[in-house]
């Protein structure tokens, strides 16, 4: 099994470049199940949950050309209506096929969903969503059978702006009969992103501020797109920088994706600069004790939680971050502690007290983000920190230890 050996105490300097952004890229990947001309993808990045979801689309008769970061995805054969289990079960941005695959073929099972562990992530508003545009659905076992013969535009009102359900419900209404109105949609600039696809594809759809229009078309067709860059990656090498005390620039960002996160990190003390797509970092000292509460977009995301409590955990004084999206999302602060961050948890709220000193210690990566919290509490520790469960980290993070060797830290995959 392989492993990240990191030998913490290194200050981060330099400059990296940002991938495009893998929840973007994901429902990419699926909106091209809408058609059947070629649709050509630009900055997918190497991502396992890429390699995940082109499998999955693969499975169901598209044909996958990848070279770099450049993905065409064409007609491969019939379009199958059955997804299968080992690929949702991995990734929960599997399940977002169900609605592309039920507006084309008028009837669609997918297994219900995988994914990280951070906390129960239901499904209820897609298919009640989905329910809303005329689609008769059977909840079994292990799957969810959906079927209608043609989706009719409806108003659809989100009780949460699940960002799933609400990529899940536009890319459905591009083919449905009529008008759609997703009101309290997700804001997320995957979510737009996605959007701006689905126009380049034909699809009639307008964002106003607190809902989004679809007007059915049956012309979905072929598009050429490039992805938006990832500001989760930037985010996670920025407070990279800010806990070891560094100074990096991340290049290729769009700036105003990262304002909830620079507006904490000024907050702590920081220095960030904004250029045209770039972003520096620099700190000289530990960081301000801070209050964050993670909401939807343009709220404090919450795949910055993690990272940001690893930083918080040296910070000089008592910080507390509120958990509003996903209730489980502080499975990885025991191994923090392990590491002699001094953390009290109750219910959604982490109190974190900060100390002078972490330690490297033996930590498993449970889920995406936790892993790169962890990975930054290695950074910063005194002594070695060896990291497990990688694949995790490789789901969302592309070479993420040539990219911190590049920035002077010492950290290496071994097997
Ligand atoms: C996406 C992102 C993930 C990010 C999250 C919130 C992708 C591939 N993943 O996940 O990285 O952390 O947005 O920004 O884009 N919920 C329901 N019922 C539903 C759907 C969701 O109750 O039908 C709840 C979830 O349990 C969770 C909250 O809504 O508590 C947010 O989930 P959602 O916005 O749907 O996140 P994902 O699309 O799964």
Same mark, same amino acid.
């Given at each position: ?12 300097? &330099? ?47 598209? %044909? ?14 019939? #379009? ?10 991995? $990734?929960? !941005? ?38 809303? #545009? &005329? ?35 536009? $890319? ?28 380049? $594809? ?8 607190? !809902? ?19 500001? #989760? ?11 070891? &005390? ?69 910070? %000089? ?11 489980? %999302? ?8 392990? $590491? ?28 995406? %983000?936790?892993?790169?919290? #962890? ?41």
């Amino acid at each position: 099994m392989e492993h990240l050996s990191i030998k913490g105490g290194r200050r981060l300097t &330099g400059s990296i470049n940002v991938e495009g952004a893998k929840n973007a890229a994901l429902p990419a990947c699926v909106a091209t199940l809408l058609t059947d001309e070629p649709v050509i993808l630009h900055r997918i990045p190497q991502l396992r949950d890429v390699s995940t979801i082109l499998a999955t689309i693969t499975s169901l008769g598209k %044909r996958v050309t990848r070279e770099g970061d450049r993905v065409e995805i064409t007609h491969g054969g019939a #379009l199958k209506a059955e997804a299968e289990a080992r690929y949702v079960k991995q $990734m929960r !941005a599997s399940f977002l096929v169900l609605g592309p695959l039920l507006a084309r073929l008028g009837h669609a099972v997918v297994p219900l969903p995988g994914g990280c562990t951070i906390g129960p992530r239901p499904i209820d508003l897609h298919l009640q969503g989905l329910k809303r #545009l &005329g689609a008769t659905i059977e909840e079994r076992v292990d799957s969810v059978a959906v079927s209608a013969e043609q989706l009719r535009g409806a108003r659809i009102d989100l009780p949460y702006p699940s960002v799933g359900a609400t990529e899940q419900l536009v $890319m459905a209404a591009t083919l449905a009969k009529g008008e759609t109105w997703i009101e309290n949609p997700a804001k997320e600039p995957e979510v737009a992103d996605l959007i701006d696809l689905l126009r380049k $594809m034909g699809a009639q759809i307008e964002v106003a501020p607190t !809902a989004i229009r679809v007007v059915g078309t049956e012309s979905i067709h072929g598009a050429e797109h490039t992805v938006i860059p990832d500001r #989760l990656e930037a985010g996670t090498y920025l407070l990279a920088a800010a806990i070891t &005390g560094g100074e990096v620039e991340v290049r290729g960002v769009v700036p105003k994706h990262l304002r909830p996160l620079l507006a904490v990190l000024k907050e702590a003390g920081m220095m960030c600069f904004e250029g045209n797509d770039t972003i520096v970092l620099a700190n000289t000292e530990r960081p301000h004790p801070v209050q964050v509460s993670t909401a939807p977009h343009p709220g404090f995301p919450t795949d910055l939680q993690p990272p940001l409590v690893a930083m918080l955990s040296l910070a %000089r004084g008592k910080s507390v971050i509120e958990e509003m999206v996903f209730e489980r %999302r502080f499975g990885y602060t025991p191994s923090l502690k392990r $590491m002699g961050a001094h953390i009290v948890l109750t219910d959604r709220t982490a109190t974190i007290t900060g100390v002078s000193t972490l330690w490297g210690a033996e930590v498993d990566a449970p889920d995406i %983000r936790a892993g790169a919290a #962890l990975v930054l509490a290695g950074l910063a520790a005194q002594g070695f920190t060896r990291i497990s469960q990688l694949e995790q980290i490789d789901r969302g993070y592309a070479k993420i230890e040539v990219k911190l060797s590049l920035l002077g830290a010492q950290i290496e995959r071994e097997r």
